[in-house]
């Protein structure tokens, strides 16, 4: 045995991290940002606004601050949203609880079939800054049981706008050599791309819409332009998903309507040839997030970002959309066949559930 | 091209599941999404415990593996985008960092050089009392050396880092590292009684000045 060998022996049965410990280390990490980014967000708040009682910079503070729970909140006490908007919102939420969600019987896949599209920033090859809008659409076979195989086929990026001469040159220059196939992607419970499983855990959120809303803003501290809008955008993540079942869509509906700042934006927004209402907040950055919901069954049609202000992209104007995802689900009996755990030209490295591919 | 920082990966309602993007990248967006950072000690912090611990000890080791993602998350603008994977990085803000806890790393150097191997590594009594032998004279050597060595060592032998991923956790040229490890392995060689004339990378020039 030569000297390496041995020494690789050496505490080689040393404990991997317990659960706790793991914990522990994340909840310090993430409440660390959390401080920091509030502190920095109250100091520009500050300098801008003055000290304003009640508003978003203080709640920003007082959510990294406090540990809050999901009944002793930031929820009710600051207003909601503004009053025609909680009304529809309750309407759609009314109607979502009457919609039943299709049932996936054994053997059987819930289709989640995702058109989504975003911005991305380029340069236009003579240095200077450039946006276009390409797809990322793709369709999910989620099994009933999910512990079976999943099936994620992601259908090749396409541009679909481009904003003049510029915009034009880079989204050229971007997609040459693009891939015109698509990946299909498979895995056991979800882990795709050897992560970890896709966890949907929705039986343990609340279904009350205030401890509902503090729980959405207790795990989602620190991010975002502010803390309503954060609220809002993982109200959009949690929807755009297509799997949330009709009662907690109805939730994060009324928790959206308790939401101050949410007011409706296009009482006839269309999303991928859906008409519906658009709920959406103005973050004062120039962006606004916001959810489209058919009034009539309460289903979401999707979610999209519109811009506020000329160039916050550059060579973009205000009104235009920077970003949207509709989403429908149906019910099929089978997946397509062929892919791998690491989609096209990767393999697992790293074990089982390391996150990491290589290839 | 970057994507904007406000776009989100799809089908990713809970935050914890891990996206497809390399750490780098994920590094870069945490600029301006810090909370997307979580990311980094999702993938990598069971390694960073498990190479702490292998030197510290598990008390000590969770004190490390808290601070190194603390630092890490400060330093996150001035990671080099040029590597992929954030795994060297982490474990050299951990090497750093378990110099604060030299007393307890030669405690536990000192357990094991008493202890000897574990149960698993040979069954047979003669073997078995040699391999003690030899194992507390590994853990006694790894004691004595100098820190440099000692990191860059033990970075290679139990994080599983190459010479090139030990040079970028240190911040030295690769050619150091070579020179390092190569200077350990012969201290490690002549206490164990070996002929010190043998090099295990022969044909490979030390390039390193001395005193590297």
């Known amino acids: 045995m030569d000297e390496l060998t041995l020494l690789r022996t050496v505490h080689d049965d040393i404990a991997d991290p317990t659960p706790e410990v793991l914990d522990q280390g994340r909840r310090a990490l993430v409440e660390h940002i959390g401080s920091q980014r509030s502190r920095a967000r109250s100091h520009r708040g500050l300098k801008r606004t003055g000290l304003i009682g009640g508003g978003t910079i203080a709640a920003a503070a007082i959510v990294a601050a406090l540990v809050v729970t999901n009944v002793v909140g930031l929820a009710g006490w600051r207003g909601g949203a503004e009053p025609a908007a909680a009304e529809a919102l309750g309407d759609a939420a009314a109607a979502a609880i009457k919609t039943s969600d299709p049932a996936v019987g054994a053997g059987q896949y819930l289709k989640v079939s995702t058109q989504a599209v975003y911005s991305v920033e380029g340069d236009d ?15 999910m076979y989620v099994p009933a049981d999910h512990n079976d195989e999943w099936v994620w086929v992601r259908d090749p990026s396409a541009v679909v706008q481009t904003f003049g001469a510029a915009s034009e040159r880079a989204a ?23 992560g970890k499983p896709t966890e949907w855990d929705f039986a343990s959120l609340p279904r009350d819409p205030q401890q509902l809303l503090n729980y959405i803003y207790r795990v989602t501290a620190g991010s975002g332009v502010s803390v309503d809008g954060e609220a809002l955008v993982f109200i959009a993540d949690t929807l755009r998903t297509g799997v949330v079942p009709a009662d907690l869509r109805a939730a994060l509906y009324r928790a959206a309507a308790g939401i101050p700042g949410v007011t409706i934006t296009d009482r006839t927004a269309t999303l991928d040839g859906h008409t519906g209402i ?41 009104g235009e959309s920077m970003g949207w995802t509709a989403v429908t689900t149906t019910v099929v009996n089978s997946a397509p066949t062929g892919g791998s755990l690491c989609g096209t030209g990767s393999r697992p490295v790293g074990g089982a559930g390391s996150g990491q591919c290589q290839g | 091209m970057r994507r904007r920082p406000g776009y989100r990966e799809l089908n990713v309602p809970n935050r914890a599941i891990p996206s497809v993007s390399s750490d780098s990248e994920i590094v870069r967006r945490s ?7 979580a990311e980094v000690y999702d993938r990598h912090a069971s390694t960073v415990y498990r190479y702490a611990a292998r030197r510290v000890g598990s008390e000590a080791a969770n004190d490390v593996l808290g601070e190194t993602f603390l630092v890490a998350f400060e330093r996150r603008t001035r990671y080099d985008q040029i590597h992929e994977s954030a795994l060297p990085w982490l474990l050299g ?35 078995r009392l040699d391999a003690h032998r030899a194992v507390g004279e590994l853990a006694a050597t790894i004691r004595r050396m100098p820190a440099r060595d000692r990191d860059a060592l033990l970075l290679y032998a139990w994080a599983d880092l190459d010479y090139e991923g030990v040079a970028h956790a240190l911040g030295v040229p690769v050619g150091t590292i070579r020179s390092r490890l190569n200077r350990a392995r012969r201290v490690l060689r002549q206490s164990a009684g070996d002929k010190p004339a043998e090099e295990v990378d022969r044909g490979r020039a030390d390039v390193a000045p001395h005193g590297a």
């Open chain 1, 172 to 194: 050229a220059t971007a997609e040459q050599g693009a891939s015109n196939a698509p990946e299909i992607v498979r895995a056991a419970k979800g882990a795709w791309y050897n």
């Open chain 1, 125 to 139: 090859g003579t240095g200077h800054g450039a946006a276009y809008l390409a797809t990322q659409n793709g369709q």
């Open chain 2, 31 to 37: 600029w301006d999404q810090p909370a997307i950072f």
């Open chain 1, 278 to 318: 658009a709920f959406g907040r103005d973050e004062g950055n120039g962006v606004r997030q916001e959810i489209i919901i058919d009034p009539s069954t309460g289903l979401l049609i999707g979610e999209r970002q519109i811009l506020l202000r000329n160039g916050v992209l550059p060579g973009v104007d205000a």
């Open chain 2, 93 to 127: 803000i951990a090497t750093i960092l378990i110099r604060k806890h030299r007393g307890a790393e030669a405690r536990f150097l000192r357990a094991t050089a008493a202890a000897g191997p574990a149960e698993t590594v040979v069954d047979d009594r003669d073997e």
